[in-house]
């Protein structure tokens, strides 16, 4: 919960219930006040560890922030997604704001921190720990962090993603349906990939996790 | 870029003189071009698949080790939240990166830095105790072996005391007018901020720095070569952001380098008597272009943090 905002919340309670009384629980089990909105539960799953055999995202434990701006991001069509948009749009600025920051504070998988110092086997975990700069590809741990846990509000986690989730993205990045990240960083590195990489790769930190939708 | 490259080597051949007015040392004291496509095909150190399953090859792993995770593989010599690979990108690897195999051949050389003849050994030190703002590790200690075996392994094959293309950062010609640490400003919180943070306190991941911080109390300090506006934008015009290399124009490079380097930043290690004008005078008046020592915003330069 944004903190500085309870003691407003609470002296606005009796007076303006609707504006700031979005219940993140309601909103992720059974949807939004508009119906539009449907329930999260039923495709990103009871702990919202995501669906890995649909390509349906973990989103338990990404930054709230950058939860916020996807569906921001959903809702104007930067990030392509005829489900999430209508969903996105449905969503009040509240519910959003509340179910998001719920999800934020639920665990993030617990993985090993792989970093640059170990070594690299095969194409997925050479791309990772190595990256590919002859294309000028940085390794993915240079960014997201070790193991793929994510850092920061803009680089969320790939560990704990299943493999067709982190593919579906880099193929979206790559055909431009996807294209809401900062100064194209993903964008181009996409576009740098083949099929073989993108599949090596999401397998990779899809599976450095034993919990989420990676496995 | 690479449109501008005969007008850049005409203008190159006309500034040797005023470079050497600049007096400057470290990686501007190497006669470099800016990119020549001609060099495009750059030494190719070997694939790490290559090496050796023995002591040597486990004494090349551990240098790699330290590279590019310096903090916690040296950390008795680390001062600040940066890596070795933070400049050197790909792991010391990439040419125009100031790549170790281009500078592990060209010593035992004379630097002005320290106005004295340098072993590799002794370089290393360097920046550790500058870059780093560390200490220098002991010259015949395990983590000077295990880097000077990574930089003699990644020279394989290639000739010594030769300039090799690739070395150190393609210099970046000043914008006529000079700097302008608004439009950096501007630069950085377009480009930079979303991985070294809006204060260039970089970010972390649990304790460890993912993106480095750029300036403040972690950072490089006031005796780095990366203290200077040139070099800094050089550096940053070839491998900034990250993955997107010589995305940003020349003055572009140059304004955000000296916004970068317009902040206080650990103390020049070399600091005479606590007077930042006497070590001014001494160390940093014809060492390129840098801020240290000047005012900026009502405040001195070069105090330390």
């Known amino acids: 919960m944004n903190v500085s905002r309870w003691p407003l919340a609470g002296l606005l309670l009796a007076i303006s219930v609707s504006a700031q009384a979005a219940d993140p629980t309601a909103v992720y089990g059974k949807g939004g006040a508009n119906t539009a909105a ?178 | 870029m690479r449109t501008h490259t005969s007008a850049l080597l005409l203008f190159a051949l006309a500034i040797p003189a005023h470079a050497a007015d600049i007096a400057m040392e470290d990686q501007s004291q190497i006669r470099i071009g800016t990119a020549d496509p001609a060099s495009r095909t750059y030494f190719q150190p070997p694939q790490e698949s290559e090496l050796p399953d023995n002591a040597f090859g486990k004494l090349v792993q551990e240098g790699r080790a330290i590279f590019v995770d310096t903090k916690n593989r040296a950390p008795e010599y680390v001062g600040n939240g940066l890596a070795c690979a933070n400049c050197h990108l790909e792991q010391g690897r990439k040419a125009n990166s100031a790549p170790l195999w281009a500078a592990y051949t060209m010593y035992p050389a004379y630097r002005k830095k320290n106005d004295k003849v340098n072993t590799y050994a002794e370089r290393l030190q360097g920046c550790f105790q500058f870059s780093m703002n560390g200490k220098a590790p002991e010259a015949d200690g395990p983590v000077i ?85 040139n070099t800094a934008a050089a550096f940053i015009k070839e491998s900034m952001p990250l993955g997107k290399g010589g995305s940003l124009l020349d003055e572009e490079a140059w304004h955000v380098a000296a916004f970068m380097n317009s902040h206080e930043r650990p103390q020049d290690p070399r600091m005479i008597d606590g007077s930042v004008e006497k070590t001014r005078d001494k160390y940093h008046a014809n060492d390129g272009v840098n801020l240290y020592g000047e005012t900026v915003d009502g405040k001195l330069l070069g105090k330390g943090i």
Request: glycine residues 12%.
């Open chain 1, 38 to 215: 449907m329930a999260c539960v039923t495709c990103h799953g009871a702990e919202a560890e995501g669906m890995a055999a649909a390509g349906f995202p973990r989103l338990a434990g990404l930054s709230a922030v950058y939860m916020q701006r996807q569906l921001a991001d959903f809702a104007s069509g930067e990030r392509a997604n005829p489900i999430m948009q209508s969903i996105a749009a449905a969503l009040s600025p509240e519910e959003a704001d509340a179910v998001t920051t719920m999800l934020a504070n639920k665990p993030r998988p617990d993985v090993e921190r792989i970093g640059r110092t170990a070594a690299a086997q095969g194409l997925g975990e050479t791309l990772a720990l190595r990256g590919a700069w002859e294309r000028n590809i940085p390794e993915c741990v240079s960014c997201h962090g070790p193991g793929g846990v994510g850092v920061g509000d803009s680089f969320p986690p790939l560990a704990g993603q299943s493999a067709q989730y982190l593919s579906s993205q880099l193929i979206a990045w790559r055909q431009g349906t996807r294209k809401n990240d900062p100064n194209d960083l993903m964008g181009h590195i996409a576009r740098g990939l083949t099929e073989d990489e993108i599949k090596a790769v999401s397998a990779y930190f899809a599976n450095l996790t034993d919990t989420g939708a990676g496995r």
């Open chain 2, 145 to 229: 072996a295990a880097l000077s075996a990574y930089s003699y392994w990644l020279a394989t094959g290639a000739p010594t005391a030769q300039e090799l293309p690739g070395r150190a950062y393609p210099q970046v010609p000043e914008p006529e007018g000079g700097y302008d640490l608004a439009k950096g400003q501007q630069v950085y919180a377009a480009q930079c901020a979303v991985c070294h943070g809006n204060n260039g306190e970089g970010q972390k991941s649990g304790t460890d720095y993912v993106f480095p911080p750029l300036w403040g109390a972690d950072s490089f300090n006031w005796g780095a070569g990366m203290h200077r506006i």
